[in-house]
């Protein structure tokens, strides 16, 4: 075995001691190792940000030189941009006060708040755009870190989006919103408290006219509303206040005409029979509708002109358009087109030219209140309610003659007196004729022609007039051959020739006849009147003869049967006349009395001078009053009182009649005509 020597023992033994050292120092270093990881974990979180700040130390440098001035130019507009927004929040509380407290004041701030908000508007892209120019460079030249960068980044694209229309109010945070709010406010307010209508009695008695409208608002006022419209205008708000003037005003209007109980407007065509029972409304509409146009829509329209006059035309039109027709106009208007849909009878012709007479009346008025392309609906219904009433008054006037010949045929009255038509049309063709309705029935009756391309003349009414006169008289001829008893005929025709003559003469329609054709009638009342006294109560002075009784020999008793049998057809003559006749009327007060004084001097005298003579033959028998029936008192008072008219069966030509027929009492044929 190989012998070892020292040397070999002394390198393994400086090996081991070697090896030794170097197992203890690479624990060593182990050790500290382990002790420096966690620094080391934290420096490489903190390279990236080191990096970053030592990046512009890195970049070029003439990028570094220029970055300067692209900052300078973005920051100076974004400043002043700031300084806006600052201004804006400084004008919070003064815009959110009560604007009635300082108005002048209000609207100066509110008018800063608008120049601040469109010098936003108008600045703020561009130093948006700035600022993403900047970022723009940081970027391409890698002078700042990218999530730096990108950060930027996102608040600009924010700040892009608030340019967007829809946005754009939330660059004051809504305060110009409600700024406008409150200034809406305050203008209704200020409406309401000085559009206050004033008391009126209701409704005005007949031929007087209400003197009272709305007070005009303040000058200051006014002032006050037009500052408050040129705000509200400026920010597209103009509707909005047109909508709260239109409102607040013809409410007013409204609660002005409510005094005057406009209820019948309301009325609709199946709530009455015929004109005559709205006869007092339409009168009134006529009132009414003159006191609303010449004082209330004046006002309005006059009011509406100052308020919205800066606006322009157009505008301030279309604002009174509406307040008329919310007001009430339109339903003046449907109410006359309501009359126009009702039967048609003579009385609705005359309501129909009181309608015509007040619409000619305003047309001056109209045609200024309501020309106005705005004002087309009022314009619409007006022409139409006019085209019906000439339509159909003047189809009504044609069609007078033919309805009173359809009469003829009809049963003429039982008591002899003056057929209601007679009566009617005598009294309705005067006041066709008279100066308050000849001017307007011909000025209807020209237009009329005039839309069918025919010429009218005057002769034309007038003729129109006397053929209608000439039926009426046929009708009587006509009626008076309907009797059979012919002293009820001659009776009759006394009555009616005697109405004729009086009701005609010094009237219209008695001038356009003339005085020869009143005489005709007035001696034609005495021919009939002679006829009739003569066939009737002049036969009863003859039953009383004292033939035989002068010269009678055959003593007293045979003398006393011969008055006896006198007197008795004398009473049985006279009861039966009286009878027959104490239903007989005659309307006229005068022809009636001399009527009656007639019979009573026919008969009378010859009873009294009868009795005289020879009562005493008769008073001393036990029948005595079977024969000495009457006192010469009681005979003179019964003739007296005949043919009084019956209560309530007369009707004037100014009152309602009772059926409301244009008839003698028979079923209406105008009436069943079709409505127009």
Same mark, same amino acid.
């Given at each position: 075995?190989?012998?070892?020597?020292?040397?070999?023992?002394?390198?393994?033994?400086?090996?081991?001691?070697?090896?030794?050292?170097?197992?203890?120092?690479?624990?060593?270093?182990?050790?500290?190792?382990?002790?420096?990881?966690?620094?080391?974990?934290?420096?490489?979180?903190?390279?990236?940000?080191?990096?970053?700040?030592?990046?512009?130390?890195?970049?070029?440098?003439?990028?570094?030189?220029?970055?300067?001035?692209?900052?300078?130019?973005?920051?100076?507009?974004?400043?002043?941009?700031?300084?806006?927004?600052?201004?804006?929040?400084?004008?919070?509380?003064?815009?959110?006060?009560?604007?009635?407290?300082?108005?002048?004041?209000?609207?100066?701030?509110?008018?800063?708040?608008?120049?601040?908000?469109?010098?936003?508007?108008?600045?703020?892209?561009?130093?948006?755009?700035?600022?993403?120019?900047?970022?723009?460079?940081?970027?391409?030249?890698?002078?700042?870190?990218?999530?730096?960068?990108?950060?930027?980044?996102?608040?600009?694209?924010?700040?892009?989006?608030?340019?967007?229309?829809?946005?754009?109010?939330?660059?004051?945070?809504?305060?110009?919103?409600?700024?406008?709010?409150?200034?809406? @406010?305050?203008?209704?307010?200020?409406?309401?408290?000085?559009?206050?209508?004033?008391?009126?009695?209701?409704?005005?008695?007949?031929?007087?006219?209400?003197?009272?409208?709305?007070?005009?608002?303040?000058?200051?006022?006014?002032?006050?509303?037009?500052?408050?419209?040129?705000?509200?205008?400026?920010?597209?708000?103009?509707?909005? @206040?047109?909508?709260?003037?239109?409102?607040?005003?013809?409410?007013?209007?409204?609660?002005?005409?409510?005094?005057?109980?406009?209820?019948?407007?309301?009325?609709?065509?199946?709530?009455?029979?015929?004109?005559?029972?709205?006869?007092?409304?339409?009168?009134?509409?006529?009132?009414?509708?003159?006191?609303?146009?010449?004082?209330?829509?004046?006002?309005?329209?006059?009011?509406?002109?100052?308020?919205?006059?800066?606006?322009?035309?157009?505008?301030?039109?279309?604002?009174?358009?509406?307040?008329?027709?919310?007001?009430?106009?339109?339903?003046?208007?449907?109410?006359?087109?309501?009359?126009?849909?009702?039967?048609?009878?003579?009385?609705?012709?005359?309501?129909?030219?009181?309608?015509?007479?007040?619409?000619?009346?305003?047309?001056?008025?109209?045609?200024?209140?309501?020309?106005?392309?705005? @004002?087309?609906?009022?314009?619409?219904?007006?022409?139409?309610?006019?085209?019906?009433?000439?339509?159909?008054?003047?189809?009504?006037?044609?069609?007078?003659?033919?309805?009173?010949?359809?009469?003829?045929?009809?049963?003429?009255?039982?008591?002899?007196?003056?057929?209601? #038509?007679?009566?009617?049309?005598?009294?309705?063709?005067?006041?066709? #004729?008279?100066?308050?309705?000849?001017?307007?029935?011909?000025?209807?009756?020209?237009?009329?022609?005039?839309?069918?391309?025919?010429?009218?003349?005057?002769?034309?009414?007038?003729?129109?007039?006397?053929?209608?006169?000439?039926?009426?008289?046929?009708?009587?001829?006509?009626?008076?051959?309907?009797?059979?008893?012919?002293? #009820?005929?001659?009776?009759? #025709?006394?009555?009616?020739?005697?109405?004729?003559?009086?009701?005609?003469?010094?009237?219209?329609?008695?001038?356009?006849?003339?005085?020869?054709?009143?005489?005709?009638?007035?001696?034609?009342?005495?021919?009939?009147?002679?006829?009739?006294?003569?066939?009737?109560?002049?036969?009863?002075?003859?039953?009383?003869?004292?033939?035989?009784?002068?010269?009678?020999?055959?003593?007293?008793?045979?003398?006393?049967?011969?008055?006896?049998?006198?007197?008795?057809?004398?009473?049985?003559?006279?009861?039966?006349?009286?009878?027959?006749?104490?239903?007989?009327?005659?309307?006229?007060?005068?022809?009636?009395?001399?009527?009656?004084?007639?019979?009573?001097?026919?008969?009378?005298?010859?009873?009294?001078?009868?009795?005289?003579?020879?009562?005493?033959?008769?008073?001393?028998?036990?029948?005595?009053?079977?024969?000495?029936?009457?006192?010469?008192?009681?005979?003179?008072?019964?003739?007296?009182?005949?043919?009084?008219?019956?209560?309530?069966?007369?009707?004037?030509?100014?009152?309602?009649?009772?059926?409301?027929?244009?008839?003698?009492?028979?079923?209406?044929?105008?009436?069943?005509?079709?409505?127009?």
């Amino acid at each position: 075995m190989a012998v070892v020597s020292d040397s070999m023992i002394e390198k393994l033994a400086s090996a081991r001691k070697s090896l030794k050292s170097s197992l203890e120092k690479s624990k060593a270093l182990g050790l500290a190792l382990e002790k420096s990881g966690p620094r080391l974990e934290e420096i490489n979180q903190r390279l990236p940000t080191l990096e970053a700040a030592v990046r512009p130390i890195r970049a070029q440098k003439e990028a570094l030189v220029a970055v300067g001035g692209h900052i300078n130019r973005a920051v100076s507009p974004a400043a002043a941009v700031l300084n806006v927004f600052d201004a804006v929040h400084g004008l919070e509380k003064s815009l959110l006060s009560d604007p009635r407290n300082d108005l002048p004041g209000y609207l100066s701030v509110l008018k800063r708040l608008e120049e601040a908000l469109k010098f936003l508007g108008d600045n703020c892209g561009l130093a948006i755009q700035w600022l993403e120019d900047i970022v723009e460079y940081l970027e391409d030249n890698l002078v700042a870190d990218d999530r730096y960068v990108s950060n930027l980044k996102k608040s600009l694209k924010n700040l892009r989006d608030l340019q967007n229309d829809e946005e754009r109010a939330l660059l004051d945070g809504g305060l110009l919103e409600a700024a406008l709010d409150k200034l809406e @406010c305050e203008f209704r307010l200020l409406l309401t408290e000085n559009s206050v209508p004033l008391p009126m009695s209701s409704p005005p008695a007949l031929g007087e006219q209400p003197c009272i409208a709305p007070s005009p608002l303040p000058v200051t006022v006014i002032q006050k509303l037009q500052a408050i419209i040129g705000r509200l205008t400026a920010n597209k708000r103009l509707e909005k @206040c047109i909508s709260i003037y239109v409102e607040v005003r013809s409410s007013n209007v409204r609660a002005s005409l409510q005094a005057l109980d406009l209820d019948y407007l309301e009325i609709s065509i199946s709530e009455f029979n015929d004109v005559q029972s709205i006869e007092g409304y339409i009168a009134q509409w006529g009132r009414h509708l003159e006191f609303a146009v010449k004082h209330l829509f004046e006002a309005e329209y006059k009011l509406c002109n100052d308020v919205f006059e800066r606006i322009g035309l157009d505008v301030w039109m279309g604002c009174f358009a509406k307040i008329a027709a919310q007001a009430g106009i339109l339903a003046f208007l449907q109410f006359g087109k309501t009359v126009t849909e009702s039967k048609k009878d003579p009385i609705k012709l005359l309501k129909l030219l009181d309608i015509f007479a007040s619409l000619n009346k305003l047309r001056l008025d109209f045609n200024r209140l309501f020309g106005g392309a705005a @004002c087309i609906e009022i314009q619409n219904l007006t022409r139409d309610l006019i085209k019906r009433v000439i339509e159909g008054a003047a189809e009504i006037f044609w069609e007078l003659l033919v309805q009173v010949e359809l009469q003829r045929q009809t049963v003429p009255p039982s008591d002899g007196s003056v057929p209601r #038509l007679v009566s009617f049309l005598t009294d309705y063709c005067n006041r066709l #004729l008279g100066d308050s309705y000849k001017p307007i029935l011909t000025q209807v009756l020209v237009i009329h022609r005039n839309w069918k391309h025919e010429k009218f003349q005057e002769r034309l009414l007038l003729d129109a007039i006397l053929k209608i006169t000439k039926a009426i008289e046929h009708n009587l001829e006509t009626w008076s051959k309907g009797y059979e008893d012919a002293t #009820l005929s001659n009776f009759f #025709l006394m009555n009616n020739h005697w109405h004729l003559h009086k009701h005609l003469k010094g009237t219209k329609l008695g001038d356009l006849l003339g005085d020869s054709w009143l005489k005709e009638h007035d001696q034609s009342k005495d021919y009939y009147a002679a006829i009739f006294l003569k066939d009737s109560w002049g036969k009863l002075p003859s039953l009383l003869s004292r033939e035989g009784l002068m010269l009678f020999s055959g003593g007293r008793a045979t003398a006393r049967e011969l008055v006896k049998k006198r007197l008795k057809s004398f009473n049985e003559a006279f009861d039966d006349m009286y009878k027959k006749q104490s239903n007989w009327v005659v309307s006229e007060k005068d022809l009636r009395e001399k009527t009656c004084q007639l019979i009573v001097q026919a008969v009378v005298p010859v009873y009294r001078s009868y009795m005289q003579n020879y009562g005493p033959l008769v008073e001393q028998d036990p029948s005595a009053s079977k024969y000495a029936k009457y006192t010469v008192q009681t005979l003179e008072k019964m003739l007296a009182s005949l043919f009084q008219p019956k209560p309530g069966k007369y009707a004037s030509f100014n009152g309602r009649q009772p059926s409301g027929k244009f008839s003698n009492g028979l079923p209406d044929q105008y009436h069943s005509s079709p409505r127009g």
